[in-house]
């Protein structure tokens, strides 16, 4: 059975309400992958591959709560700067990362900042430099399953102006552009395999990329801003750089940068929200400023 060797509880009355049958959608008021449900995950939620990276997110807060633990799937409720956060562990990947954002979404999320670290291929975001995403390559297959390969995986430009004016204010350095989204660590980010194995084109694939200017490779973005446009949530991407392909440098400098971006840029956001309510406009832009200034 998709998902798990185990079989899903069924009940009598299970999806009556809307005629679907537990096979197609086994989540009523838990969800079965998260076990998250209403009531237990802010508005916006952050996306970090690693569940050892929660702790390391909510460090930074003023408060949260562990609410869920299943699998890959770490889930810690609190607050940031007094505004409703969450933060949820996607394991690697785009298929892992394509559920939360389904779960996520049925239990009421709206805004998801995927949070996390990368390899740059170009020379100028060194080690430790953020990267932040404003479209994707959709080098991945999960996508491809929901929508035509040309569709844009493009990130909510009220989260990356957020994400942007986060770093902004921590005086981090950033840099802005496209992310390659892999479905591989090594042969779909054009490195060798065991024992030297090559794949088709991979020799080609950096320097194709970089000529493209894309500015880093990571392995769950693109998944996450496709199936957010499609859903109508909000979406974005800050990931740290931890390799540069260029110059060969690898260190695992900065890994709470990202983590704080996001944050700021979730307290960020509601002040957004709260000034295109108090202008009476439908969606915040640049000219209504942030709420209370």
């Known amino acids: 059975m998709n998902g798990d060797d185990d079989a899903f509880e069924t009940g009598s009355d299970a999806g009556a309400s809307n005629d679907v049958p537990d096979s197609e959608d086994p989540n009523e008021e838990e969800q079965y992958h998260l076990e998250v449900g209403p009531g237990d995950v802010a508005e916006s939620v952050l996306l970090p591959g690693n569940p050892e990276r ?3 997110i909510t460090d930074g807060w003023d408060d949260h709560e562990v609410v869920a633990e299943h699998r890959e799937y770490r889930t810690a409720t609190g607050t940031y700067d007094e505004t409703p956060i969450s933060v949820t562990s996607t394991g690697i990947g785009s298929p892992s990362a394509a559920i939360a954002v389904e779960e996520l979404a049925r239990v009421g999320a709206d805004t998801l900042l995927r949070v996390g670290s990368c390899g740059a291929i170009r020379e100028e975001a060194s080690v430790g430099d953020l990267v932040i995403t404003t479209g994707a390559v959709r080098q991945e297959g999960t996508s491809k399953e929901y929508v035509r390969e040309d569709y844009p995986a493009s990130a909510d430009d009220r989260v990356v102006g957020a994400l942007v004016a986060a770093a902004e204010r921590l005086d981090y350095d950033y840099h802005l552009g496209v992310t390659a989204t892999t479905d591989s660590f090594y042969a779909g980010q054009g490195r060798p395999g065991f024992e030297g194995f090559e794949a088709a084109g991979s020799d080609e694939l950096v320097e194709n990329l970089r000529e493209a200017g894309v500015l880093n490779f990571e392995m769950e973005a693109g998944a996450v801003l496709t199936l957010a446009n499609l859903y109508g949530l909000r979406a974005g991407a800050v990931c740290t750089v931890y390799a ?17 971006v996001a944050s700021e840029a979730v307290s960020i956001l509601a002040d957004m929200d709260d000034a295109a309510e108090e202008a009476g406009a439908d969606r915040w832009h640049p000219g209504l400023g942030l709420g209370g200034e």
């Open 54 to 56: 929660v702790e390391k």
């Open 244 to 260: 540069n392909r260029v110059t060969g440098e690898f260190r695992t400098e900065g890994e709470r940068k990202a983590a704080k």
